[in-house]
């Protein structure tokens, strides 16, 4: 059982200087103490009666211990009577104990009085920084990393304006992102270059035949036309503003704005995969490039067609122009009318309600995008008809030299990418809407 016994002769040795210093000679230095004493809320007659009653209440938890060892010596455990009470007067000093260390250090503070908090100014000319600038000529510039001088200031020091109220921060609530899934369709690639050029072919005569094996017999001439096709890398970018404390202060929404960002250059990215207009700086997109939907052939019934049957005949579209299709494009809206689509009985034809699976059709896997119309639909070869090229991956940059951002401790937060693509073979592409095909 611990005793404070270095609080216990501290507080003798407070009373007795107390009293002798109130008696003899009550100078200025025993005025100080008198007044911390004041100020701690206790007299010098409380403290010695603390005194008193903390010495009872160490007697008591030595005697304590003591029955305590005499009990386990002769019966082996300890009364519960015994046990109550020691735990009674070990609390008892203990509180004590606590109470004559909290005035112990009030006084401490009242006699050293409140510490000064120096000012701004203060902060900045007494900095070694500035010192050696200044010890250096002057030139240039220098930074002197001082606090916010507002939120250091606690309730006693010198001009405070008290405590301030911090509100409970719970973390940034994120806005819904769309998944992007049309550069994963594609295949991948890399170059080092603003364009892409590559042949294109654009007009095939097969002439091919049996011939004569009599010697000479002329063998028939077949014709391939290319046509050089140039792509230009296009650079996709935007930028934001933020103050250089709050990045400084909330570390996280450097991170959150970075993802931000990217996000916002994948969601412009897969709208231009798909639907790049090519003109001035788009991509020309596949959508925009593939080969319109016709039917190839004329289904049996033709009269009850649906949704279903116009991505089959697309499918066979593509697969006629030489590039079986590897996946299905679609508006969520459709997939999911697609998916009710139910039998005379009543029963899901592709659904089923209590799991989940793959979205297939047709055995190709079907891609959802709210980049793609409602109502419209794209399949072809996305891993052969059609290429990215990654001139630079998105990046994400963070500047203060940017227009005044230095004078008003702005930065530029700074996402951009470079790609481009190249479709090979738009008739490996089949698009449409699922209006047109049904009426026609």
Known sequence: MKINYRALGLLAFVCLALVGLYLLAPDAHAMGIVAATAAAGASEADLAQLAVELKKAADEVKKQAETTNTEIKNLGVVTAETKRAAD??????????????????????????????????????????????????????????????????????????????????????????????????????????????????????????????????????????????????TTIAHWVLATKQILDDVPMLQSYIDGRLRYGLAYVEENQLLNGSGAGTDLNGIYTQASAY?????????????????????????????????????????????????????????????????????????????????????????????????????????????????RKNLVTIRAEERLALAVYRPESFVKGDFSDALAA
């Open 88 to 233: 009674e007067a070990l609390i008892k000093h203990n509180e004590l104990s606590a109470r004559l260390t909290e005035i112990e250090q009030k006084m401490v503070r009242g006699a050293a009085g409140p510490e000064r908090r120096k000012t701004l100014g203060e902060m900045v000319t007494g900095h070694d920084d500035l010192k050696a600038f200044i010890k250096a000529g002057g030139r240039g510039r220098v930074a002197i990393p001082v606090k916010a001088i507002i939120s250091a200031l606690t309730t006693d020091a010198d001009g405070s304006a008290g405590d301030l109220i911090v509100p409970q921060r719970v973390g940034l609530l994120a806005t819904p992102q769309r998944r992007m899934t049309i550069r994963d369709l594609l295949m991948p690639g890399r170059t080092t270059s603003n364009a892409i050029q590559y042949p294109k072919e654009t007009g095939f005569t097969n002439s091919a035949a049996t011939v004569s094996e009599t010697s000479g017999a002329a063998k028939p001439q077949s014709e391939i036309k290319f046509d050089l096709v140039t792509t230009a890398v």
């Open 294 to 406: 016709a039917a190839p052939i004329v289904p049996t019934a033709a009269g009850n067609l649906t949704k279903i049957d116009v991505i089959r005949l697309a499918i066979l579209q593509a697969f006629l122009a030489e590039y079986p299709s590897n996946g299905i494009v679609m508006h969520p809206a459709d997939w999911a009318d697609i998916e009710l689509t139910k039998t005379d009985d009543g029963a899901y034809l592709f659904a089923n309600p209590q799991g989940g699976t793959e979205p297939r059709l047709w055995r190709l896997p079907v891609v959802e995008t709210q980049a793609m119309t409602i109502d419209k639909f794209l399949t072809g070869a996305f891993n052969m008809g059609a290429q990215i090229f990654d001139r630079e991956d998105a990046t994400v940059e963070i500047s203060t030299e940017d227009s005044d951002n230095f």
